[in-house]
């Protein structure tokens, strides 16, 4: 079973410009997350999406920040303008739909954004 | 939100066993105890999850007492490759976003041989 896919693996770019990553999840999973990571912190959940339906998007800076997931399955995180705070690991998961209250979530290798 | 507690780190030797504990004191009649590690520059990936009582898979048991406040990861014998970030979560697949997914610093555990 192929895991999450992310690209690119590595992005640096100059403060005030735009970039974007791409997720595509386990083949099958309802849900996605985009994670925040930033060095020495835990994983800090941004968006997530069942299907393509958004379920909370509570702690994505909506000013600067957007994410979709075009018909239920790929997805992109879009950073514009960057700023030097966003350096970061982004992180996509998926997970399948479950019973009963148990989850798992299966993490992609994540991109790692450096703003300079 | 249902809030962990965890050590910051955790230094054991190659063949011990470790046990990582984690606190919960408002955690949910219906949350699930989940645990993740997280090696550097890879994404976490799921090592055990429980609800009560013991669980045990092929690489770590997860103790969980009657009051469910508190639960903890046991990792027998472990080796160099054991050195990760480990973290705790609580929450239930019913719950979404921030309530079910708040990841905590977790524990740095650093194995030498």
């Known amino acids: 079973e192929a895991g999450v896919a992310q690209s690119p693996r590595y992005k640096i770019i100059e403060k005030r410009q735009s970039v974007a990553f791409w997720c595509n999840p386990i083949?099958?999973?309802?849900?996605l997350y985009w994670y925040q990571q930033i060095l020495g912190q835990g994983p800090k959940l941004l968006i997530q999406?069942?299907?393509?339906?958004?379920?909370?998007d509570s702690q994505l800076p909506k000013d600067r920040f957007s994410a979709e997931r075009l018909k239920g399955v790929d997805s992109t995180l879009k950073i514009q303008p960057a700023k030097l705070e966003d350096s970061a690991v982004y992180l996509c998961?998926?997970?399948?739909?479950?019973?009963?209250?148990?989850?798992?979530?299966?993490f992609g290798p994540g991109t790692r954004l450096t703003v300079t | 939100l249902a809030k962990t507690t965890q050590p910051i780190s955790m230094d054991s030797y190659e063949g011990q066993e470790v046990n990582i504990t984690c606190s919960h004191n408002?955690?949910?009649?219906?949350?699930?105890i989940t645990w993740y590690q997280q090696f550097p520059s890879q994404g976490p990936r799921f090592i055990i999850q429980g609800y009560k009582t013991k669980v045990t898979n092929e690489v770590a048991s997860l103790f969980i007492p009657a009051d469910r406040k508190s639960s903890t990861l046991s990792l027998p014998r472990v080796s160099l490759s054991d050195t990760a970030v480990y973290y705790c979560?609580?929450?239930?697949?019913?719950?979404?976003?921030?309530?079910?997914?708040?990841f905590g610093s977790g524990t740095r555990l650093q194995v030498q041989p």
């Open positions: 083949s099958g999973h309802a849900t």
């Open positions: 999406f069942q299907n393509n339906g958004v379920v909370d």
């Open positions: 979560l609580v929450g239930n697949s019913m719950d979404t976003g921030r309530r079910a997914l708040t």
């Open positions: 408002n955690i949910a009649t219906n949350d699930y």
């Open positions: 998961a998926s997970s399948p739909r479950t019973s009963g209250g148990t989850y798992e979530q299966y």
